[in-house]
């Protein structure tokens, strides 16, 4: 089709009617998961103050160094839409003490930010459903959070289809020894480091590690393992989270290579991956982050999250044969000035009666032949015919659209007691 007007910003997508059934799916899942955990919404804005993520993200992360929308407002305030959600979450939760003493489980969804290179499943406005928890050390909640996760892809009948890659970083004393392993490795090889590890190498080398560079791979393969490196207690926090995931009976692979890079986080860290996509496969990043609301100010206080990329879970439930659930629908044809009013009239008691049943009013002109087609066309299984005929005796008349049966006429007074058994039969 050509292109008229002002196109959608690069990267940034519409909603159109045929996917959001997919969409709404999805969301009633995530709603129904979050207070089957007892976790709570929480809603923060789109747009923070820039120090907010640097400081939470890390400033030698791609998020900051290359991703994030930052613009001046006219009070010359350097402000950022939102990359990610944890950031304001935590901020959130700090400024209106909710953290204080206390555990909370909170979750949100909306839309996230970033200047990327748009592909199939990487864009620039994307959104995200997320959990954090706070004040609780683990490892159960830990595992929970898995189990949450987990519980989605069953419900949304993909579990088939992903994989969970699962590492702990230790404690950030763990990796001081660590990041002077590897970086005393990578100096070692510095001729075959790639530029944006050769600039990492001395601000924070565990990004290294997250490289998808190919010719970066059989490096990383060599690279002195985290696990060596790690304390007690952040090994028996793993191995205990590793168990209580067999007791649930969740699978994951152990993968080394899985990190993120930044100084507060800590233990346990995980990716969802699916086979469904292409390249962009990873559904779900999560974490502990244990040092982060110190880090922002706040009294030290465990959390835990996990964000999964909406656009991506809707394109595997699509790959996966989502089909809409098909509405009990209804459509009103009427023919004349007078059954047009008493249509319009009809079609609100029909609504209030009943609630589930969409009641599809045909609106604007047309002959009775039009308006069949219409109603052939639409998702209705029935349609509800008024003409003169019908009007003068009081009754309208149900016509079946998928199925051979006569059309049957009936006193309005019978009319509800009628289609709600119909509807409910199906
Ligand atoms: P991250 O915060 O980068 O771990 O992202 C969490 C999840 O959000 C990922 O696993 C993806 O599913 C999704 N995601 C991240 N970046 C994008 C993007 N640019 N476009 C679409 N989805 C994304």
């Known amino acids: 089709m050509a292109k008229a007007g002002i196109q959608a910003v690069r990267g940034m997508n519409d909603g159109l009617p045929d996917v959001l059934p997919a969409w709404h799916r999805l969301e009633s899942e995530l709603l129904a998961l979050a207070n089957a955990y007892g976790y709570s919404e929480i809603r923060f804005p789109v747009i923070e ?44 939760a700090m400024q209106h003490g909710l953290l204080y003493n206390q ?63 699962l590492n702990t970083l230790g404690s950030p004393e763990d990796r001081v020894a660590y990041k002077q392993a590897l970086t005393e490795y990578c ?26 560079n190919p010719d970066m791979a059989s490096l990383i393969d060599n690279a002195p393992k985290m696990s060596e490196y790690i304390g007690e207690s952040s090994l028996q926090h793993f191995a205990e989270l590793r168990q209580m995931l067999d007791t649930l009976g969740v699978d994951y692979v152990w993968d080394e290579r899985l990190v993120r890079g930044l100084d507060y986080y800590g233990k346990t860290v995980y990716e969802w991956t699916t086979n469904l996509l292409g390249a962009q496969n990873a559904i779900c ?32 439930m699509e790959e996966a044969g989502f089909q809409p659930t098909p509405e009990n629908s ?4 009427s023919v004349g000035e007078e059954a047009r009013r008493y249509a319009l009239a009809l079609s609100e008691r029909l609504r209030t009666e009943l609630p589930k049943v969409q009641i599809l009013l045909h609106t604007g002109q047309g002959s009775f032949k039009s308006q069949m087609k219409k109603a052939d066309k639409s998702s209705a299984d029935i349609a509800l015919l008024i003409g003169e005929d019908e009007l003068s005796a009081q009754e309208v008349t149900l016509k079946m659209l998928r199925e051979q049966s006569p059309q049957i006429r009936y006193a309005e007074a019978d009319l509800m007691k009628v289609l709600a058994e119909r509807f409910s039969a199906e």
């Open 285 to 316: 990043g999560g974490g502990r982050y244990d040092g982060l609301v110190e880090h922002l100010g706040g009294q030290a206080t465990p959390g835990i999250g996990f964000a999964i990329g909406l656009e991506r879970l809707v394109a595997v």
């Open 103 to 165: 555990q909370q489980k909170l979750w949100y969804m909306g839309p996230m930010f970033r200047h990327e290179r748009p592909q199939k499943g990487r864009y620039r406005q994307f959104h995200q459903f997320g959990v954090e928890a706070f004040g609780i050390e683990g490892p159960d909640v830990d595992a929970e959070q898995i189990a949450m996760t987990a519980r989605l892809w069953r419900a949304l009948g993909i579990s088939e289809h992903v994989t969970l890659h």
């Open 330 to 333: 209804l459509y009103m044809v």
């Open 49 to 92: 103050n820039t120090l907010l993520f640097k400081r939470t993200i890390g400033e030698v992360t791609d998020i900051v160094e290359k991703e994030m929308y930052t613009f001046e407002d006219k009070n010359g305030d350097s402000l950022t839409m939102r990359p990610e959600g944890t950031a304001g979450c935590v901020r959130a």
């Open 187 to 212: 100096k070692a090889h510095i001729g075959s480091l790639d530029a944006d590890s050769v600039r990492r190498l001395d601000s924070n080398p565990l990004r290294i590690l997250d490289s998808k």
